[in-house]
């Protein structure tokens, strides 16, 4: 059975729904560990009430990023996770890290890239800029990760409605609600049965 560890930075809501669709017996893989770059992040509390494996691992904990990323590659490796999640990770890593899981890393990102997305876009930035900028429809996407913030082969997008009045705590909501936690899990899915092939940089579905 395919394992999965996850990295979060925040409050886990998407790392919720990929543990309540493996629950429902939606998905047939295993979370393994999850690490958090935040030590209070209320993703750890989620992971613990299933007796999944946490850990706290900061950058600051480290005299350099390269220091930092080869922890996390070890530590992945040592859990013999066959992909690994960014469910909320606000770490932008590089090429040392995701070459070392290369297409075995996937992420949610909220919008719908390539608008809103890349350095300083991040949570709830995101929709303040989409909001700024008056689209009418934004919504979320998953992608494998490369290096670089927000680049990599794109898996699955949503689209959802922008409204009058919205807040970006109100879009941010109904994105998620609408889009990320029923895309992510659908992606974890796929990559599970081995129905995503990378060509070229665009992503295919095989039956
Ligand atoms: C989610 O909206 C996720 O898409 C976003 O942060 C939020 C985390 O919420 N991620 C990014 O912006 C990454 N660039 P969560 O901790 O409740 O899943």
Not at 27 to 47: C, M, P, Q
Not at 129 to 137: D, F, I, Q, S
Request: aromatic share 8%; hydrophobic share 45%.
């Amino acid at each position: 059975m395919l394992k999965i560890g996850v990295l979060v930075s925040g409050g886990g809501t998407n790392l919720q729904a990929v543990i309540d669709a493996i629950e429902a017996g939606k998905i047939n893989a295993e979370i393994v560990t999850v690490v958090s770059s935040k030590k209070d992040a209320y993703a750890l509390e989620r992971a613990k009430k299933y007796n999944i494996e946490t850990l706290w691992i900061s950058k600051k904990q480290f005299d350099s990023f390269e220091k930092y990323e080869d922890t996390l590659i070890e530590h992945f490796k040592s859990r013999n996770v066959g992909l690994i999640i960014f469910a909320g990770f606000m770490i932008v890593l590089s090429g040392r890290f995701t070459d070392a899981f290369k297409n075995k890393i996937i992420n949610i990102h909220p919008s719908l890239i390539p608008s809103f997305c890349g350095s300083g876009f991040y949570g709830i930035k995101v929709h303040k800029a989409a909001l700024e900028k008056g689209v009418k429809v934004t919504g979320a996407t998953v992608h494998f990760v490369a290096s670089g913030a927000d680049t990599g082969p794109i898996i699955i997008q949503k689209a959802v409605e922008v409204k009058d009045g919205d807040t970006p705590e109100i879009l941010q909501k109904r994105v998620m609600e609408q889009a990320e936690w029923i895309i992510l899990p659908e992606a974890v899915d796929l990559f599970a049965k081995g129905k995503l092939v990378v060509e070229n940089n665009i992503v295919r579905r095989v039956d």
